[in-house]
């Protein structure tokens, strides 16, 4: 029988060492994971669109923004996700405020998000844009009539104006986002003057406000504008037209959907992959133009049907107010009757 020589003695052990390592910790493949309060359909083309570029995978869950914040705060060190992505500015800062989120220092970010669109301490971004403009009956109202959210408190709109609830985080960040521009007192005499107008009592979503317009029970609406392109994609023949108010001073209401890195994510190096890629032009049409919305990057053009509605000036007032003046927003509007 021939002894093996030590060198081969040696090479078998370091083959065992080697093989064993294999068996006894499996070989994950890199991947993010994400707490979505957009659906499915709103984020998978992007998560798809990483994957092939990276080979890294995305899971997610989708749910309401609620319930996903409770979750990541009741999982605490334990959470397996690595990213949170909601729509409104308002749900972005109070996840931030809950201290879910962490702070990435990316200049890809910055780069290809304007300032005003994320958080000033890094922990949340803008991914997309949802302008909250006024929608009018063309048969009813001449649009050279309109000009300003604030003139919508004007006595000549009297039982003329539809309104959603103000139960919804929507009309909360744009009273907020007034009280940034105009202060309380201002924005109270504005809001107290909606309610004085409104022809029905307040509705509960975007879509009914316009079928409102459009029926002729009230005459104009403020609706998030990929609602208008939903409907009017379903029934063109609607007369309903887009108006983009403030345009002389500070520009139509905007908001964003966008995301955060979550304070506990372990996959923290693939979930900032991630976070730029959803900023980059190849990804940032995908996000906007599969809900109607306007990308962030200013040099990205939106989908025609959006391109459509014409150019408009932004305000520029840092989206952080939304949810810093929130609270004043919501007691705002229960004080002068707006429900
Ligand atoms: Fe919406």
């Known amino acids: 029988m021939q002894i093996p020589s030590l060198k081969s003695r040696i090479i078998s052990t370091l083959l065992w060492i080697i093989l064993s390592v294999f068996i006894t910790s ?3 493949a890199e991947q993010v994971v994400v ?4 659906i499915e359909q709103l984020i998978k083309p992007m998560f798809d669109a990483f994957t092939q570029r990276t080979g890294i995978k995305v899971r997610y869950t989708t749910d ?3 319930a996903l914040m409770a979750r990541l705060q009741a999982e605490g060190k334990n959470t397996p996700a690595d990213m949170l992505i909601t729509v409104d500015a308002g749900n972005l800062w109070a996840a931030s405020q809950a201290g879910l989120l962490r702070p990435f ?5 910055k780069t290809n998000i304007p300032e005003h669109l994320r958080a000033p301490d890094d922990e949340w971004f803008g991914l997309s844009i ?3 403009t006024i929608i009018y009956n063309t048969e009813k109202v001449d649009p050279a009539d309109l000009s300003t959210y604030e003139d919508l408190a004007d006595p000549k709109w009297k039982n003329r104006l539809c309104l959603r609830t103000s139960k919804k985080v929507y009309n909360q960040s744009l009273v907020a986002m007034m009280i940034a521009e105009h202060g309380e007192a201002e924005t109270e005499k504005i809001v107290k003057g909606w309610v004085a107008n409104l022809a029905t009592d ?9 079928e409102f317009v459009a029926a002729g029970r009230c005459d104009l609406t403020v609706v998030n504008t990929y609602y208008y392109g939903r409907l009017m994609q379903k029934d063109p023949n609607l007369p309903l037209g887009i108006f983009w108010p403030n345009q002389k001073n500070g520009g139509v209401h905007i908001n964003v959907s966008g995301a955060g890195l979550t304070r506990y994510g372990k996959n923290q190096q693939a979930a900032e992959a991630l ?3 959803l900023s980059s032009i190849s990804a940032q049409n995908l996000f906007a133009d599969v809900n109607m919305e306007y990308p962030v990057n200013p040099n990205i053009v ?3 049907v959006v391109a459509a509605w014409g150019k408009f000036k932004q305000n520029h007032i840092n989206l952080t107010k939304a949810g810093e003046l929130q609270a004043e927003a919501v007691k705002l509007m229960d004080r002068v009757g707006y429900r």
């Not at 307040?202 to 316009?210: H, Q, V």
């Open 202 to 210: 307040p509705l509960s979503d975007d879509t009914r406000a316009m």
């Open 130 to 132: 949802r302008a909250r």
């Open 302 to 304: 939106p989908d025609p």
């Open 275 to 277: 976070l730029e890629f």
């Open 35 to 38: 707490y979505s309060a957009r």
């Open 64 to 66: 309401n923004e609620g």
């Open 105 to 109: 220092d990316s200049q890809i970010l």
């Open 26 to 28: 499996p070989v994950y």
